[in-house]
């Protein structure tokens, strides 16, 4: 029985993996506009550095050392480190806010200072597995829970302008499957450190999906909206122009 419970928790494991991985590439179609229009409008960078310092953290607890058996845990956010670099790197070369250009790149050191501080404590005043899950495992908590409270921000400016222009849908979708399926890989057997955060990342990626459900309508009608309002400012910016390059007589 022991044995069927830890094949079907690696089959979940491997699902986890799969979706976390279309979890972390999500924001592609963001990055595409990002890079085509040469500015992170109103995108916010706080998503992508809460990912960043989750997957960090979570690498630690997957290593040997630590946590023993968590291979799967390893590759996954491995993986997500690299994809949350190219991001963030885009990300800090289209902001034309030199101030949030700062703030990137003092939380990115706060982060790597960080996880290198913790692993050092970790390795030299730990010296069992036991204690060192324990440790790592309850600050993988706290940022797990960060990473999926990020978009708390955007949320709250979805609630305020009734528009999801800047909720991507298939990051808030790929946010819920996550949770789902690593809260599931948790319970067989018991892992609260992994169970925990993502039983809460659940209701989160829900709330997402609940005001995308809520303000698709009322969004897509402002960009209908704005379209004509866009043409014609084009339309004058046009006849000035060619009204100005015309000689006096």
């Known amino acids: 029985m022991a044995s069927a419970q830890l094949t079907i928790r690696k089959i979940v494991g491997i699902i986890g993996n799969a979706i976390a991985l279309c979890l972390f ?39 040997p050392m630590v946590h023993p058996d968590s291979t799967l845990v390893v590759t996954i956010n491995g993986a997500g480190i690299l994809i949350e670099v190219v991001f963030i790197t885009i990300f800090f070369v289209f902001s034309g806010r030199p101030k949030q250009r700062l703030v990137i790149a003092a939380v990115l050191a706060g982060e790597t ?22 440790s790592v495992g309850i600050v ?54 992994i169970a925990i955060p993502n039983g809460i990342g659940c209701i989160f990626g829900l709330a997402q999906l609940i005001l995308y459900a809520t303000y698709y309508k009322s969004t897509k009608k402002m960009m209908a909206e704005r379209q004509p309002m866009i043409g014609l400012s084009s339309v004058v910016v046009r006849i000035g122009s ?4 015309q000689p006096s007589a």
Request: proline share 7%; with cysteine; charged share 15%.
């Open 140 to 193: 993988c908590c706290v940022f797990n829970v960060m990473m999926y409270a990020s978009p708390l921000s955007v949320m709250k400016m979805v609630i305020r302008t009734k528009s999801v222009e800047f909720m991507p849908f298939w990051l808030s979708l790929a946010a819920f499957l996550n949770a789902g399926v690593w809260t599931v890989y948790a319970l067989m057997p018991l892992d609260p450190f």
């Open 25 to 63: 590439l999500s924001p592609t179609p963001t990055f595409r506009r990002i890079v085509k229009k040469k500015s992170v409008e109103e995108y916010s960078p706080i998503p992508y550095l809460a990912t960043l310092i989750n997957c960090l953290v979570w690498v630690l607890y997957g290593l």
């Open 242 to 245: 060619e009204k100005v390059a």
């Open 113 to 134: 200072l960080f996880v290198a501080i913790l692993a050092v404590l970790v390795f030299t005043l730990q010296h069992t597995t036991r204690e060192r899950t324990m």
